[in-house]
């Protein structure tokens, strides 16, 4: 069942469990609950309450384990909320959870992978982009009703949970009359992705970073997931718009250095209103990337 339905966890209600785990593990059903989910808020509920719905969609992530006891514990630590992005970020894009996206789009968290692609092939310094925006993008891949993954009055307002947990955009700071707008920013995730690699103090050749950034992002323009829904490519010499404001975040914040050097042998065309055609040979990774 797609992971934008109504009967779907949202990701700060994971994160919920990810934290009592982290500080109380291995539990009971039972005992989690008691601590998270007491049997008063869920008088009167004709679904399963939201507390079960929660622990399965963690278990299918499988950031979390329920032993021969029962009990359940997370598969590795996850004791900030950078780890746990970070790790629900790496389950919802692992190769074995997105096969057949095209033909099977709406199993599993392949929903989300569909939507983020077409969601960060906007560029995040045009306007908020609205739910109409990404449908009409994805209509062309996804016209038979029941295959749509597209997001519905009920989808995008649960898209709109995911998107800034996964570090991949965030609602505007000052919303137009149309309030259902998010903005693609990839920052958080980048910068997650970057400390992950150990790179801190490091000079990296630009075109092998941003190799590396969308191997761990796919859905970003030019990565594998959305290369295989036929969004157009920058290619891999050019940075899209949103991976590029991510990287001239960093510089600017001081956590990356965009370098051109005259004797590197590559270099990569960046996405920069204020320098048109900018070139970046080699990318300095700061050890405030952990900041």
Same mark, same amino acid.
């Given at each position: 069942? &797609? ?5 779907? &966890? *949202?990701?700060?209600? *994971? ?6 785990? $982290? ?15 007491? @049997? ?14 929660? !622990? ?5 992530? @499988?950031? =979390? ?17 950078? $780890? ?59 016209? =038979? ?47 997650? =992705? ?5 790179? &801190? ?17 796919? !859905? ?22 949103? *991976? ?21 042998? $590559? ?25």
């Amino acid at each position: 069942m &797609a992971f934008l339905n109504v009967d779907r &966890a *949202l990701p700060p209600q *994971l994160w919920a469990l990810v934290r009592l785990l $982290s500080a109380r593990q291995p539990l009971t059903d039972s005992q989690a609950k008691a601590l998270m989910s007491p @049997d008063s808020l869920s008088v009167g509920m004709k679904s399963d309450p939201p507390f079960q719905i929660t !622990v399965r969609t963690l278990l299918e992530l @499988d950031l =979390v384990a329920r032993n021969a006891s029962g009990k359940l514990s997370l598969r590795y630590p996850m004791p900030s909320l950078a $780890s746990f992005q970070h790790g629900l970020r790496e389950a919802l894009f692992s190769p074995a959870r997105n096969t057949d996206l095209e033909s099977d789009p709406i199993t599993g968290n392949r929903d989300i992978t569909i939507v983020l692609s077409y969601f960060l092939s906007f560029d995040p310094l045009n306007s908020p982009v609205t739910e109409a925006q990404v449908d009409e993008k994805s209509m062309e891949n996804f016209s =038979v009703e029941a295959k749509n993954p597209k997001p519905s009055n009920v989808r995008w307002p649960r898209f709109a949970h995911w998107v800034p947990m996964l570090g991949l955009g965030a609602a505007p700071l000052m919303p137009p009359a149309d309030s259902n707008v998010l903005t693609p920013d990839c920052t958080k995730a980048v910068r997650q =992705v970057l400390a992950s690699f150990q790179l &801190a103090g490091k000079t990296i050749p630009a075109v092998d970073l941003v190799r590396k950034i969308r191997e761990a992002i796919p !859905v970003l323009p030019g990565a594998a997931y959305s290369i295989r829904l036929g969004i157009p490519s920058p290619g891999e010499q050019v940075v899209d718009p949103a *991976l590029s404001f991510a990287l001239l975040r960093g510089n600017y914040e001081g956590w990356l250095r965009l370098e051109r050097f005259a004797d590197s042998a $590559s270099s990569m065309i960046i996405a920069d209103r204020d320098q048109p055609n900018r070139r970046v040979s080699d990318i300095v990774v700061s050890e405030g990337i952990h900041g």
